[in-house]
């Protein structure tokens, strides 16, 4: 096994684990399955295969585009990593300390049965995709990522931007199967596990955005002193 090889799958790794906790394809299954509780399966594929084309597109887009955007404004990746991880962190906080009795389940689903199939379809990009599946948290961590190898030669920058693809592929492809499958995970699981799952994934958002953010603090602190 070539270098390269071990390499392209570590950023592979790294990709689809910095990724998994923000996107959080399980929790987000949650939130977004009253919008297809009356909705037949049929449509429910057509309309979770447009939601998992636009969230690749989304991503795809921050990786391929994020260093330039970097340079137009002139920011450095510490002052990235910095910026992205306090607002991950602030998502997974709200999540951690959002009420479960804020939005009671029974409103909720009365509020969807009121909404036809064209609304519903209305509302495929915003805000099932953006913001609840691919938000702003996704998308400072792809400028992270993406950023990472900016400043090294151009192999090097086109096998991180490679790996980040495939990464972000590979959650597209298990937004796709939890969405399509959530009412089962719902009935498997139960509503109070639900609730757990929710509470660990938004303990494992608050994690990687404190540890992104501790990353540009370290980052800024080395190049204060390099200047200097």
Partial sequence: MSQEFKTFIHLVFIGFVALFPVVNPIGSAFIVSPYFMHVSR?????????????????????????????????????????????????????????????????????????????????KLFYPITFPITTGAGTIAVLFTLSANGANSDMSV??????????????????????????NRLISYIGIRNEQIINRFMAFLIFCVGLQIAAGGITNLVKLHFKVN
């Avoid at 597109?57 to 404004?73: D, N, P, R, S, Y």
């Avoid at 990593?81 to 998502?91: F, H, N, P, S, Y």
């Fill in 157 to 182: 920058y086109l096998l991180n931007i490679a790996a980040l693809l495939v990464s972000i592929l590979g959650i597209c492809i298990l937004i796709f199967i939890f969405y399509l499958n959530t």
């Fill in 42 to 122: 049929k449509e429910r594929i057509k309309f979770v295969k447009k939601i998992t084309i636009y969230c690749f597109i989304i991503c795809a887009v921050t990786v391929l585009v994020g260093h330039w955007i970097l340079e137009l404004f002139g920011l450095s990746i510490p002052v990235i990593q910095l910026a992205g991880g306090i607002m991950i962190c602030k998502i997974g906080w709200e999540f951690l300390s959002a009420d479960d009795k804020e939005v009671p389940e029974n409103d909720e689903k009365d509020h969807v049965e009121t909404e036809p199939i064209p609304l519903v379809a209305n």
